[in-house]
């Protein structure tokens, strides 16, 4: 990848960064992601162009609204940088089309999925058919070989997650369920991994907080489990097919 693709990819991703803040906040909220335009939710007051460049207004207003100085909180700079550091990253790792487009497809999808469930325990219906539209209209444009791979893994992960919520209703939740199967389009084999990284870091997760609040307490502390299919799937998209195929080898 030359020095233009990558600094082409983290001005893209500083930009889609920038609109998936706007996705985080509306889309559970039930608002139109274009009307009204971008806005000061403790004010109102529209926020001007020279005001909304990601992360550099945020550093030149030191985190405040210009008009009535209402905190902004720093997770906006964070998600535009960490969309522009992947898109980068996905860029110098995928030499193929296919790869690259997928990969930027789904980091685009998972960045506001973990960051919803996270905040409402929700996964939206919306994000999960755009995810799956793209993965499918991306593999059927540029890689044929991909789409028995993808079906299989989508349906693989889809069911076996399907499984674990009718078991458990209370430990797992139809969009996780959806979440599962997208990923799997996404991912094809590499789903594998990225559901075994979920389940290891949710984990390590849950004894953390049953050692800070005890045993009682931590088992009635809901965590969504979509953050950590999230953080499975990114990480998988760099690993995973690594990590299959060192473990087929090691059992074949």
Not at 41 to 48: E, F, N, R, W
Not at 232 to 243: H, K, M, P, T, Y
Request: with cysteine; glycine share 12%.
């Amino acid at each position: 990848m030359t020095a233009a693709g990558v600094l082409l990819a983290a001005v893209g991703g500083l930009a889609i960064g920038s609109f998936l803040n706007v996705v985080v906040w509306r889309l559970p909220r039930h608002e139109s992601l274009l009307h009204p335009g971008s806005h000061c939710p403790g004010c109102d007051a529209p926020i001007k162009p020279y005001d909304n460049i990601p992360v550099v207004s945020w550093l030149i207003l030191r985190g405040r609204c210009r008009h009535c100085g209402e905190p902004i909180s720093i997770r906006y700079p964070l998600t535009e940088l960490a969309t522009a550091a992947l898109y980068v990253a996905v860029v110098i790792a995928r030499d193929d089309t296919a790869g690259i487009a997928l990969g930027l497809a789904l980091v685009t999808i998972l960045i506001p999925v973990a960051q919803i469930d996270y905040d409402h325990q929700i996964i939206p219906n919306v994000l999960m058919i755009i995810g799956a539209i793209a993965a499918l209209a991306i593999t059927i444009a540029f890689d044929h070989d991909f789409i028995k791979e993808q079906l299989i893994a989508g349906a693989a992960a889809g069911g076996f997650f399907f499984v674990i919520a009718f078991l458990a209703p209370r430990g797992m939740g139809m969009g996780d369920v959806k979440l599962a199967g997208v990923l799997g389009l996404f991912l094809g084999r590499a789903v594998g991994p990225a559901v075994l990284i979920a389940f290891v870091s949710g984990a390590l997760v849950g004894v953390a907080i049953m050692m800070r609040k005890g045993v009682a307490a931590g088992r009635k502390t809901r965590v969504p489990f979509g953050v950590f299919l999230a953080l499975g799937g990114v990480i998988a998209l760099f690993v995973g097919d690594s990590l299959a195929n060192h473990y087929a080898d090691k059992f074949h």
